[in-house]
């Protein structure tokens, strides 16, 4: 009943930028929080950005000053604005939703399928 689809992966030069967007849809009531992650080759899925119902972000020490989250509640759609991009950031990047349903049974987590990023000459 809830879909989260992210786009916006690409390959770029490094020192280049990219805005990944985040679609959340279905019969929800609220979006409580959605977080950026990443996942590179070999390694755990990470937090990169994060953004809660009162505006509030955090990000990861890596992406700090490069990195911008932010949203569109009226579109249901949430950003990371990516700039001055590296070589260590190529990953998937996947979004995920903390929504309250119509259906009332409380918070519920939702992954996307993630989007290819790769930072590279």
């Known amino acids: 009943q809830v879909q989260v689809v992210e786009s916006g992966g690409n390959l770029v030069q490094p020192g280049g930028s990219l805005r990944l967007s985040c679609v959340t849809s279905?019969?929800?009531?609220?979006?409580?929080?959605t977080g950026w992650y990443r996942q590179a080759p070999g390694k755990q899925r990470e937090l990169v950005a994060a953004i809660v119902t009162d505006g509030s972000t955090n990000y990861a020490d890596s992406v700090k000053g490069r990195f911008t989250i932010s949203r569109d509640n009226v579109k249901n759609t949430a950003y990371l604005q990516m700039n001055s991009l590296k070589p260590e950031d190529t990953a998937v990047y996947y979004c995920?939703?903390?929504?309250?349903?119509?259906?009332?049974?409380?918070?519920?987590?939702?992954w996307g399928q993630g989007t290819q990023v790769t930072v590279s000459s």
């Open positions: 995920n939703a903390q929504v309250t349903t119509t259906g009332g049974k409380g918070v519920l987590g939702y």
């Open positions: 279905g019969s929800i009531l609220s979006i409580l929080a």
